[in-house]
């Protein structure tokens, strides 16, 4: 008879492919393992770079970088509001009785966007009031530009956390980590801590076509240089039409989709 | 008066799999209809279908005089559902369930047919308790309750009385059955609970393997097939080789496959 601490590699190994089975059927899960030391990375080495030549020109500027952190949060909140809203349906398997109601998808997805903006309003509230408490760095010094920033930013939050549910409803709660780490793709390249002319060239291409790098750069010089850019509000208003235009219609594919496969009495199981 | 449910040739394929192969049946308004059959028959993968959260291959169905591939939500408010594989939110209470599943089929006078409905079902003690902390039984109550929370002309049943035991099955059952007289509502049910299906049913659709093998009354089938119960005849269709059953609006014709 074996003792009982005695180990058994069949069994580790067992265990060990059950996880393995799920990685080899799910790339989501895969593509989750190596998401964020890159983006740690990627964000890391280009604040580094910037603030090795520019340290001096981010100190002339009080809450610089807590004005930029704060507006991230907006972004990150408004996404994880529209997605988190979505998972309480999944987790609780409540979409079945939702979709044999008269609920319409469109109106689930506002509801989540107001559920978002609810949820933004407190997460960030916190954390401006902390702000004040512990830097005496008040947000609203940035005055009337704020409300375009925090506007834009959280439309484009909700573009992204309407694609992670259509994810999700797609590919099952497998991809619910994306919930958490889709809108840090965006985060190197927004230009949060540093202007987007740190990027590379081709880097900079791909960043203006974001809406957040617009918000960003509008930030920085209002801080800087208390100039207000319509060209970028405009700009960044532009593309938060169409990323929300692609939000809702994925959401739209996914949701039909589901219908096609019969997942929506299923889904969350 | 159009029926409550007219399918005609309606398919259903996942990739290569048939769940549901050409079946056409109608269901008449006030009536009580079951759908039997075994595990993979093609009951539920049908009730999906009738509640548009699924899209047929092929073939059409309509609801309360709608056709439910385009005209869906003008039904919806006027129909209901209730299964034990579909839950509802755990961490809001009874109540707070009731109250929103009431405001998304816009209810009137909520708090009055949600007192109604809790005296009928015995949920009153309960309805400040959190759903998930309630046991199996006291679920289906509630699921049931907001089934019949707007009144619905046509109400889908997924087993509605599965664990429940049978004191409160009995209930369950009344209260159906009771609702169906007072309203004159359509009741559709699938369940594998053959005592409910002799005791609730006008008529009953036999499926296996996706085709409606056989219909008719409980007490004809029973005739039919010599037998003394449902259960028997349930085993007898499940055993037997395979037939088909084509029924339109004003005919029944058997073929022997």
């Known amino acids: 008879m074996s003792s009982p601490a005695a180990l058994s590699l069949r069994r580790i190994y067992a265990m060990v492919l059950r996880h393995l089975y799920l990685f080899r059927k799910s790339w989501v899960r895969v593509i989750e393992m190596a998401y964020w030391p890159t983006m740690q990375m990627v964000l890391w080495g280009f604040i580094a770079q910037f603030l090795a030549t520019n340290s001096s020109w981010v100190a002339q500027v009080p809450g610089l970088l807590v004005s930029a952190l704060l507006l991230w949060e907006v972004l990150f909140r408004g996404q994880l509001g529209v997605a988190l809203s979505f998972f309480e349906e999944l987790y609780a398997r409540n979409l079945g009785h939702l979709f044999v109601s008269p609920l319409r998808p469109l109106e689930l997805v506002a509801s989540m966007i107001a559920v978002s903006f609810f949820r933004t309003a407190i997460g960030v509230g916190t954390a401006i009031v902390l702000a004040l408490v512990l830097y005496h760095y008040s947000i609203f010094d940035l005055g009337v530009p704020l409300v375009t920033f925090f506007a834009n930013l959280l439309v484009c939050g909700w573009a992204v956390g309407l694609m992670v549910a259509a994810l999700v409803m797609r590919y099952g709660l497998a991809a619910e980590n994306f919930a958490w780490g889709a809108i840090f793709v965006a985060a190197p390249i927004s230009g949060i801590y540093y202007p987007i002319s740190v990027l590379p060239d081709w880097l900079q291409a791909v960043a203006w076509c974001l809406p957040t790098s617009h918000v960003f750069e509008g930030m920085r010089a209002v801080l800087l240089e208390r100039t207000f850019l319509w060209r970028e509000f405009w700009t960044a208003v532009g593309l938060n039409a169409l990323y929300m235009i692609a939000g809702i219609a994925l959401f739209l594919g996914a949701f039909n989709g589901a219908r096609r496969r019969g997942m929506l009495l299923q889904i969350g199981e | ?257």
Do not use: W
């Open chain 2, 1 to 257: 008066m159009t029926p409550a449910i007219e399918v005609r040739d309606l398919v259903k394929r996942f990739d290569a799999v048939e769940a549901v192969r050409g079946i056409s049946f109608t269901v008449a308004r006030g009536s009580t209809c079951a759908l039997l059959g075994g595990n993979g028959a093609g009951k539920t993968t049908t009730l999906s279908m009738l509640l548009g959260v699924l899209l047929p291959s092929s073939g059409s169905i309509s609801v309360l005089g709608e056709d439910i591939a385009r005209h869906r939500y003008r039904v919806l408010g006027r129909m209901n559902f209730t299964s034990p594989y579909v839950d509802l939110p755990k961490k809001l209470t009874v109540e707070e369930n009731l109250r929103m599943f009431a405001r998304l089929y816009g209810v009137r006078d909520m708090k009055r047919r949600i007192a109604v409905l809790a005296a009928e079902l015995d949920l009153a003690d309960i309805l400040k308790r959190a759903y998930g902390a309630l046991s199996a039984g006291m679920r289906t109550r509630v699921s049931v309750a907001k089934a019949l929370l707007n009144e619905p002309e046509l109400l889908l049943l997924d087993e509605p009385t599965a664990s429940l035991d049978p004191d409160v099955g009995d209930r369950v059952r009344t209260q159906l059955m009771d609702y169906q007289k007072r309203t004159g509502a359509t009741l559709l049910l699938a369940s594998h609970n053959m005592p409910e299906v002799e005791r609730m049913c006008d008529t009953v659709l036999m499926l296996r393997a996706g085709r409606i093998v056989d219909a008719g009354a409980p007490a004809e089938l029973i005739a039919r097939y010599g037998r003394s119960t449902m259960e028997e005849v349930f085993l007898d269709v499940a055993r037997r080789p395979e037939r088909t059953i084509e029924r339109g609006p004003d005919e029944i014709r058997l073929e022997r496959e």
